[in-house]
């Protein structure tokens, strides 16, 4: 029995007595073999509750940030899963998504099975984390109280830098950051960016977009200003997008398929499975006529719609094409 | 004489005395008649400012969940409204902005005229509602009692979640829903998604684009990321758009014109009541031409860009067709 | 020697001593030769710290809005600059940030030279600025403390209302609007509007888009829902955009190229340099084809893609095209 990740941490509890937040700063997946067996030898399988006393040592020896607990009159939880099955409480969810945004998984590495319903539609307010139906009465109280209450969102995810701030990023407008996205160093999301749980910029990036559930946006590959990337969630299809090195989805444009390296969706274009777009090589020949499916996930491509024509076209290059040929060819 | 709505809470005044907020925990609207004698008993026509105690009776009969009020050191502010008629002072357009939100009313169902002379610009805070014009002293005593403070919005309008959550809701990102937006049971905003006053999403919905003032959007239906619905204020014509059951904006598309049931905008098409549109039957037959405004309100349209030839097109069905000549057989 | 710039305010700084935030709540730009005189009398070029007491007789005469800091017990700080060159420290990086969104100076009219080099990024939380390394301690010690903790942003720019909400301007959501934006009276920003440092809406405005850094918009033009303007900074190119008055860029379109007065752009159309556009007169004869750039700053065009045809034109007028001809003839 092995220890696939493992966290320390600190839930809050609704009135009612469920787990609706938890908050784990020194997450551990797939730990080296000396604390794989400190981890088993001292926790147990599962989510329990501890004090800070019978950590003591476990944390001075190998989480020393987590040492502020020790001194601190509270409960902590502790979740230990043996193996990456699917989602069976919030705990666990929770452990999930910080390894996520910890970067200690990539999206579509985790059994996330289960994540809705382990998860529940939380109010996240400026007096933490509240059960829904406990929110008029607070509201009612604090303005009794001459005290201001903000009720900054209500879902099932929060916002990430609450939880963890990876370095070397910058976020214009936390709110748009599920707890759960991946930013990888180097990533900018501005006030237009969104990333959803499940989903990377691995770095460097510019998020002026919507990074969708699932999608992974590789280096220096840009979204612009209201970029959209279809997920597989509501709306979406079920091609997972990866999009590769050096891409572009310009401002307004966007992509249902998956890109590879140095892409370039021109600003306003909207490229899906389904459409169907003029292969254009370097010397400007139309080599065919191919639906976007077909041209999921080849490299050095320029997708525009033709200004004089109204014709959706892919600029590529007869080397690009013959990869893509070969790409597609088991298809 | 009769109640059209009714509302004991909670007003915030302006150092120069003017009301720039109400808080009304538990509006009322065409009360029975059991509740409306009592109301009409009790209090008096338009707004009035009144001690806890004296409304203890009422509300421990009638609202159950003020009872909190009345153990506090605070003046109440009734508004009692006999008919539906313009907006005539501050607590009047909060009352009317507090019964859409409740879902006690629909937009456009309300008599909202002289709203915006009767909301002042309000400076929203972490230190709740405040006159512009007390901000900036606010702003450095704060900073010199190294107190944070934040200004949230400046706006007419306060943010939605500060007074009310409706049941089975999901909100990403709090501040882009106003007061007075109508959220159904099962609707989600995600990040990019906002909801302006006096606009429903009647749910479920699945909301990452804008729905304007005045729009109303039918059950199962989405808008997809960035997607626009157009508003009768700026920019928008004079059409009231209402979009119906189990249509789909695609990502970055939008809509000038209602819809009726199960229609679908493509990703990245903006279909305006002047756009000239190739309306196509199910044997992929054009049938004629028309502009937007003459297929407002039809059911069963695809509307697509044609990626080969830039024509914009409407796909539908001979039945459609029928029902759209005879939906239009008056205009 | 002269003053360009000058201002007293609080600074911020990290646990290891460096500035990471400075408001100045009266900033001053090319003072009067009395205020000149006055600010060359008592304080030194360059940046230094001094007390509330050495700079009463100072505040009482020349900033009386300062007055509440003589109160206090804090260090203040100075910032002389004698003339307009390079940013060369924090406090100077904050001033001239302040001297725009203070409306004292429009976008690309200061030397902002070096001004990424001297802001940190920090982290803005609802305990103030505090340096990003030393976050994750404030996150753990704030949860122990059941004390809730906001991560609001983690950039270089701050946003802009925490600094000064200028007169007679809207905001729905003031994370989109960085400190250094210039918003003129009569602007309204909507919930998908945003307002980069160093851009300007001159008023009034409404903005529901994207103004990136760099671009100038003039009044009475509004910015759609969604829609784009082109900065120099990532993915823009290297034309300076500015937009001039009473245009429109409809929702979800864009323009990557300046315009005159009375331009509009259809609402999901996106203009850039690069664009063949076919240019049509008053009497709908095709004029001539022309790139985008070669139309960038004439007036009294209108922008749509046709939607049988799928061809960008530019519908425009005999005289405008006389006008445009001569704007660009020693191109």
Not at 151 to 174: C, E, H, Q, W
């Amino acid at each position: 029995m092995g220890v696939f990740a493992f966290a320390i941490g600190l839930a809050t509890q609704s009135r009612a007595g469920n787990i609706i937040d938890c908050f784990f700063p020194a997450p551990v997946k797939s730990p080296d073999s000396d604390l794989e067996q400190a981890i088993l030898d001292q926790f147990q399988s599962g989510t329990h509750t501890l004090s800070p006393e019978s950590v003591s040592s476990f944390v001075r020896e190998y989480q020393p940030t987590l040492e502020p607990m020790l001194e601190a009159d509270c409960t902590l939880t502790s979740v230990l899963l043996n193996d990456d099955v699917g989602v069976s409480s919030t705990p666990e969810a929770f452990l999930k998504l910080h390894l996520l945004s910890h970067r200690l998984a990539l999206p579509n590495t985790l059994n996330l099975d289960g994540i809705f319903a382990h998860l529940d539609t939380v109010a996240w307010t400026t007096e933490g984390a509240l059960a829904v139906d406990e929110l008029a009465e607070r509201q009612l109280t604090a303005r009794l109280e001459q005290r201001h209450f903000e009720v900054l969102s209500v879902d099932k995810f929060p916002k990430m830098t609450n939880y963890i701030v990876p370095s070397g990023v910058r976020i214009a407008d936390s709110s748009r950051i599920r707890l759960g996205a991946y930013l990888g160093e180097g990533t900018t999301v501005m006030p237009s960016g969104s990333i959803n749980f499940n989903a990377a910029a691995l770095g460097p990036n510019m998020i002026e977009g919507r990074l969708s559930q699932g999608v992974v946006l590789g280096e220096g590959s840009d979204l612009g200003g209201g970029s959209s990337t279809m997920g597989t969630l509501s709306g979406g299809g079920e091609i997972t997008i990866t999009i590769g090195r050096n891409c572009l989805i310009g401002a307004n444009g966007g992509t249902g398929i998956p890109l590879g390296d140095r892409c370039t969706v021109e600003a306003g274009l909207y490229i899906t499975a389904g459409t169907r777009v003029s292969v254009i090589d370097e010397f400007g020949t139309k080599v065919r006529t191919a639906k976007g499916r077909e041209l999921a996930g080849a490299s050095d491509m320029l997708f525009i719609r033709h200004s004089e024509t109204g014709e959706v076209q892919c600029r590529t290059n007869k080397k690009a094409i013959a990869l893509n040929d070969q790409l597609h060819a088991h298809n």
